[in-house]
């Protein structure tokens, strides 16, 4: 039987630097003091006002390309995971397929918000596992400044930009590759957070301008202690589910909106701080890219080896939750 190996990763990031200090001057107060005790976010990317999800994407995926030594006509299928897509339709992963010249690829997006990279690799290894196919690109992209109010404190400060692409190819190594996974959502959470204009329940008018429906908004505070009960739930059954103990994992790669709630996953498994790499620091609130991202820089400064057993733990609007298991 086959199994679904993870042979490379690729980045982007918007070029615009936008420090905690650009935030102060625009709101009138002083937020940097908050974002650095509390989610220590300094700076983050912005896509310029003519870059668009499909060109993180494509700059993302060309990485992945040359990392991983080969051609875009090589792929048998690209996801993209994202919920700032480039159209409503046709889907964004169809506009990068062209774009890349990946010729010889299905194509199809995965919507399961900030959740949406971990559902989407475990959707990729399925497809391996089933026999069906060889190679595998898989995109988490976010291009959440497009549908940001600048005057909304609670979101402006906190969403960026950015792209993070991973390529999946089939092994034969049982003891390599993907091993578990889990997906689950909370419903009863959807009208807390998202964007809830555009789609057929709320069309865009001039109302829903007029009242910025159209864009990002925190309805409800979540509780803050959901998102570390539900990464360290997931992390002891993908550890249960592999016969393992959750310390016999290399790192952890979590969704990265909270330094704190990671911290206090990490404390409630009983393992090291320094085994969830983060990059949010300079990057802000990346959604369905962070975790590539984490990833892909994980791998760039040899945080993480071949051989490495790692726990991929993504939440996001809906609320969705996803996990999964690989050794590199």
């Not at 991973?166 to 959502?185: A, F, M, P, R, Y």
């Not at 592999?242 to 990490?266: H, K, W, Y």
Request: aromatic share 10%; net charge negative; glycine share 8%.
């Amino acid at each position: 039987m086959k199994n679904a190996k993870i042979i490379s990763s690729g980045m982007y990031v918007p070029e615009d630097i936008y420090p905690n200090a650009y935030f102060n001057e625009l709101l009138g107060e002083d937020v940097d003091t908050w974002l650095r005790e509390n989610v220590e976010i300094f700076e983050r990317r912005w896509c310029k006002e003519n870059e668009s999800t499909a060109d993180l994407c494509e700059k993302a995926a060309n990485a992945a390309l040359q990392n991983a030594n080969l051609k875009a006509s090589d792929l048998d299928l690209l996801i993209i995971s994202t919920d700032t897509p480039e159209y409503i339709s046709p889907s964004t992963a169809a506009v990068v397929q062209n774009r890349i010249g990946a010729k010889n690829a299905g194509t199809f997006d995965l919507n399961a918000a900030c959740a949406g990279f971990v559902t989407a690799t475990e959707t990729a290894a399925h497809y391996i596992k089933s026999g069906g196919l060889d190679k595998i690109m898989v995109i988490g992209a976010y291009g959440m400044s497009k549908y940001l109010n600048k005057e909304d404190k609670k979101t402006v400060t906190l969403f960026a930009d950015g792209a993070g692409a991973v390529i999946l190819t089939s092994t034969e190594e049982k003891n390599k590759g993907h091993q578990t996974g889990k997906l689950i959502s909370k419903g009863e959470y959807a009208d807390w957070m998202g964007i809830y204009a555009g789609g057929t329940k709320t069309p865009i008018d001039h109302n829903v301008i007029d009242h910025k429906d159209h864009q990002l908004k925190f309805v409800k505070k979540f509780p803050p202690e959901l998102n570390p009960q539900m990464w360290s739930m997931l992390a002891n059954q993908l550890a249960e589910n592999m016969g393992i103990g959750v310390s016999e994992v290399d790192q952890f790669l979590i969704t990265q909106i909270n330094i704190n709630a990671i911290r206090e996953t990490l404390k409630i498994l009983g393992v090291p701080q320094d085994k969830a790499y983060t990059v949010m620091h300079h990057y802000g609130y990346t959604g369905s890219a962070c975790i590539p991202m984490a990833f892909h820089q994980a791998w760039e400064h040899q945080k993480i080896k071949e051989g490495d057993t790692l726990f991929f733990i993504g939440s996001g609007g809906g609320l969705a939750f996803a996990a999964n298991a690989f050794i590199l």
